[in-house]
């Protein structure tokens, strides 16, 4: 076989595998809302909600951000050992932001722009400036943290606190947000 024929075999069987796979392709939040979504533990089941949450947020599928937060609200699922999903998803966003800067075209602000009145995109934002607050001031104690840190620190969670007390009428709604404080 020469050379030519076997580059053309590989792309047929490329193009086959991609064109049987497309119909099975799910993305993360896809396969967990899906009803065979079983994990197989309650680590998979956090990694894969946690996963679905940034991958969605990443790769700006609002939509995908906004069911999940209504199924886990509405229908109360757990993990395997109990956990409120719904806990995992803000645990999600919150990941996000510590492994990620908020900067003003960060994808938070994408989210709250497609769906204003979503009380998930504003509770999440408000976890995510929370995150950023604990990274400016640190983890230690308050005798450890720089002064210059401080005001950093209390202006992020004034923020915080403001942008659930602007949209407390659609924050009422999710249990996440009574918590923040």
Known sequence: MT????????????????????????TLA???????????DEVAAREDIIAAVGDSLWNERFDELETMAEVFRRDKPRTPSGR?????FYEGLRLYQERTPMEADSPIHGWIAAHPAS????????????EEAWKIRG???????????WAPFHAKVERARLELTQF?????GDPRAPGMG
């Open 119 to 130: 009380a998930a995109a504003h509770v999440g934002y408000a976890v995510m400036l929370m």
């Open 84 to 88: 409120w999903r719904l806990s995992l």
């Open 30 to 40: 896809q396969k967990i809302l899906a009803p065979d979504y079983a994990p197989t």
């Open 168 to 172: 407390k009428s659609l924050a009422a």
């Open 139 to 149: 983890k230690g104690y308050a005798r450890t943290v720089a002064d210059e840190s």
């Open 3 to 26: 050379l030519r024929k076997l580059i053309g075999l590989l792309a047929l069987l490329v193009i086959a595998a991609m064109a049987g796979n497309a119909a099975s392709a799910r």
